[in-house]
C-alpha cells in the first residue's frame, strides 16, 4: 500500500472511531437519563436510568527502510509500512427509579433489580460457607 491509500485508511478508520464514539455518547443524554413524564389523573410519573459508556481505541504506524549497517551492495534498498487500529465500546442503561409527582408531594420508588439482589446474597453466603470451613479446619489443628 503506497503512503497515499495508507492515509486514506487512516482517515476512514479515525472517522469510523469518531461516528462510534458518538453513537456511545448519546447513552448519557439527558433524555436518555430521565423518561418521557407520564401522565394519569393528577399524577405524572417520570423514570430515571443510569447509563454506563466503555470505549477504547488503538491505532499503530509503521514505516521503515533497512538501516545503513544492513545495506547490501547490490541489493535494492528495503522498504516497509505497516499500520493498524481497533477500536469497541459499549454502552447500558437501566432503569434506577421512579420518580411520582402527586399532589400530595414527590415520592422516589427506587427500582430493585431482584437478579442483583440474589446474585449478591449467593456470593455472600458462599464467603460465609468458605471463611466457617477454614475456621473449622484452622480449630482442629
Given at each position: 500500500?503506497?503512503?497515499?491509500?495508507?492515509?486514506?485508511?487512516?482517515?476512514?478508520?479515525?472517522?469510523?472511531?469518531?461516528?462510534?464514539?458518538?453513537?456511545?455518547?448519546?447513552?448519557?443524554?439527558?433524555?436518555?437519563?430521565?423518561?418521557?413524564?407520564?401522565?394519569?389523573?393528577?399524577?405524572?410519573?417520570?423514570?430515571?436510568?443510569?447509563?454506563?459508556?466503555?470505549?477504547w481505541f488503538g491505532?499503530?504506524?509503521?514505516?521503515?527502510?533497512?538501516?545503513?549497517?544492513?545495506?547490501v551492495e547490490g541489493?535494492?534498498?528495503?522498504?516497509?509500512?505497516?499500520?493498524?487500529?481497533?477500536?469497541?465500546?459499549?454502552?447500558?442503561?437501566?432503569?434506577?427509579?421512579?420518580?411520582?409527582?402527586?399532589?400530595?408531594?414527590?415520592?422516589?420508588?427506587?427500582?430493585?433489580?431482584?437478579?442483583?439482589?440474589?446474585?449478591?446474597?449467593?456470593?455472600?453466603?458462599?464467603?460465609?460457607?468458605?471463611?466457617?470451613?477454614?475456621m473449622m479446619a484452622?480449630?482442629?489443628?
Amino acid at each position: 500500500m503506497d503512503q497515499m491509500g495508507f492515509n486514506a485508511e487512516m482517515a476512514r478508520n479515525r472517522e469510523e472511531a469518531m461516528n462510534l464514539l458518538d453513537r456511545l455518547l448519546s447513552t448519557a443524554r439527558a433524555d436518555a437519563i430521565f423518561g418521557e413524564p407520564i401522565s394519569s389523573g393528577d399524577q405524572v410519573a417520570i423514570t430515571a436510568s443510569e447509563s454506563k459508556l466503555g470505549a477504547w481505541f488503538g491505532f499503530g504506524m509503521g514505516g521503515g527502510s533497512t538501516p545503513p549497517s544492513e545495506k547490501v551492495e547490490g541489493q535494492e534498498e528495503g522498504r516497509g509500512y505497516g499500520g493498524g487500529g481497533g477500536g469497541g465500546g459499549m454502552s447500558m442503561a437501566r432503569p434506577v427509579a421512579v420518580i411520582n409527582l402527586r399532589p400530595d408531594g414527590v415520592r422516589i420508588e427506587p427500582v430493585v433489580d431482584i437478579t442483583k439482589v440474589g446474585i449478591a446474597l449467593f456470593a455472600a453466603l458462599g464467603s460465609m460457607l468458605i471463611m466457617l470451613a477454614k475456621m473449622m479446619a484452622q480449630a482442629k489443628r
